[in-house]
T-cell receptor
């Protein structure tokens, strides 16, 4: 199995630009999670999908952030407009049965907003 | 408010020197606890799930234990390849991760 796939691995953009991060979960997993990791705040859950439906988006910091999961094999996290404080590593993870099960993380996307 | 605390923040061990990492928490709706390992520049890697107080699980030089309010990750005779950040996360709907213990094992 290829594991969770994320793209791009690195993204550098200017403040105000739109950023789209992509994720392909492990085949057969029905749950997908987006996280943000910073030195100051650690690993934070942004949004959780189950069977392609957003179940919990309470971690999404503000309206500039949005996430979609159009099918079982693809999800996007979009930031529009981006700000320097959005600079972080964004991880996607998937699991077989929701929040109560172990998650498998992708390699992350390192986002730098200048 | 749910809280997860890991200690120590950083730990330096000589190869072969056993020690323990702690994860304490105040959460609601606890179903157990997860341990993950994270290497620099990579995503967290699943290690263990513990479901109830008194449960123990082992993997190579690692043993995880769980009580009602904390979990320990015991490392026996560590090797340099065990160097990583170890993260815990109580198994609840809120999925709050601790900030981790950064372990360095030197020869």
């Amino acid at each position: 199995d290829a594991g969770v796939i994320q793209s791009p691995r690195h993204e550098v953009t200017e403040m105000g630009q739109e950023v789209t991060l992509r994720c392909k979960p492990i085949s057969g997993h029905n749950s997908l999670f987006w996280y943000r990791q910073t030195m100051m705040r650690g690993l934070e859950l942004l949004i959780y999908f189950n069977n392609n439906v957003p179940i919990d988006d309470s971690g999404m910091p503000e309206d500039r952030f949005s996430a979609k999961m159009p099918n079982a094999s693809f999800s996007t996290l979009k930031i529009q407009p981006s700000e320097p404080r959005d600079s972080a590593v964004y991880f996607c993870a998937s699991s077989l049965g929701g929040r109560a099960y172990e998650q498998y993380f992708g390699p992350g996307t390192r986002l730098t907003v200048t | 408010e749910d809280q997860v605390t890991q200690s120590p923040e950083a730990l330096r061990l000589q190869e072969g020197e056993s020690s323990s990492l702690n994860c304490s928490y105040t959460v609601s709706g606890l179903r157990g606890l997860f341990w993950y390992r994270q290497d620099p520049g990579k995503g967290p890697e699943f290690l263990f799930t513990l479901y109830s107080a008194g449960e123990e699980k082992e993997k190579e030089r690692l043993k995880a234990t769980l009580t009602k309010k904390e979990s320990f990750l015991h490392i026996t005779a560590p090797k340099p390849e065990d160097s990583a950040t170890y993260l815990c996360a109580p198994n609840t709907d809120k999925l709050i991760f601790g900030t981790g213990t950064r372990l360095q094992v030197f020869p």
